[in-house]
């Protein structure tokens, strides 16, 4: 298959991306505008690769996308390009209003052309995936209920807000237009290349540099954490094997609440980077600091992953003990990568990339 990936140099973008160069024989293009959240140093291992293909352009821009399309000839789209940051949608809503929900339009506008212009078998078997998150259902109050595909919609912040917006486009452009899609919602990511400024990474960074460990509120918020590489493999699933108008919830069944992740960092920085732990610290959770609670936060998400299960085969492969070890293991192992985020450095590469004037001449 060919296949466009939308935002593919973001953190789960890149998992993705890495996992179809490395594991299948697909050929891909990814399409990203390079935010702050997009970082080509996390696809440094398969740039090179023959069957793979950068472009920095802006999922808003109808007329490049539809360019791109024309150009390449996917047989899917796997739409991740979002502004995806909480606490950035409640200082400046703007960019989630314009990427997460014009920015899904454009793109669905731009592949139902393309979509539309396609010869049979070709037609039928395109597919668009829409990638989401489980956001979209609001907070759970009892403490045994599980988000179905068929919880009601309720978000709380711009962001999950802005996401249930794309999640509605794309379920009417199937419904009016015929437009193959698939959705996919899942939990909390966690795992190599996530941007430090989301819990798991920013508490690692944070403790090997002795500075405080914020814990919104009490810390007891609940999430459902999956490794990002089980979320890879599930999209490759849905994508390849899901059933066309379907939405899949994707979940780890790692319930934990935030301060037991918190612990759980600072336990495994004891055991693996012992002689990093800041001086007048007799231990790293001596860090922690609880600060003021971010507005509108949701108590707990958790998924009932049971249809993907079921109707396609896949559950996660890390438990969240594994998954962590490997997570604070290759922050240890990769403080370049780290450094190059946190002094901005990374944001001057274009590694790889094919310049949007060569492609559009
Ligand atoms: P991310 O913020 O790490 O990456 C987003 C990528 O999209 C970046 O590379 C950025 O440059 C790119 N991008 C942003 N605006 C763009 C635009 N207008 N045009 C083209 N590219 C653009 O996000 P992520 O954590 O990798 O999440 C990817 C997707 O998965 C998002 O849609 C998010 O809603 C969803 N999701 C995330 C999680 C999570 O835990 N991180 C969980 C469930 C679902």
Known sequence: MR???????????????????CNTAHEVLNLDKLTYAGNLESLTSIADNSRYEFVQADIVDQSTVSTLLKRFQPHAIMHLAAESHVDRSIDGPSDFIQTNIVGTYSLLEAARAYWQGLAEPKKSAFRFHHISTDEVYGDLHGVYDLFTETT????????????????HLVRAWHRTYGLPVLLTNCSNNYGPYHFPEKLIPLVILNALAGKPLPVYGNGQQVRDWLFVDDHARALLKVVTEGAVGETYNIGGHNEQKNIEVVHAICSLL????????????????????????RPGHDLRYAIDAGKIERELGWVPEETFETGLRKTVQWYLDNRQWC???????????????????????
Do not use: C, M
């Open 152 to 167: 009601p919609y309720a978000p709380s912040s711009p962001y999950s807000a802005s996401k249930a917006a794309s999640d």
């Open 270 to 293: 004891e055991e693996l980077a012992p002689n990093n732990k800041p001086q007048g610290f007799a231990r790293f959770a001596d860090l922690i600091t609880f600060v003021k609670d």
């Open 339 to 361: 450094r190059r985020v946190q002094d901005g450095s990374y944001q001057g590469e274009r590694l790889g990339s094919t310049d949007i004037k060569d492609l559009l001449a």
């Open 3 to 21: 296949i466009l990936v939308t935002g593919g140099a973001g953190f789960i973008g890149s998992a993705l991306v890495r996992h179809l160069i």
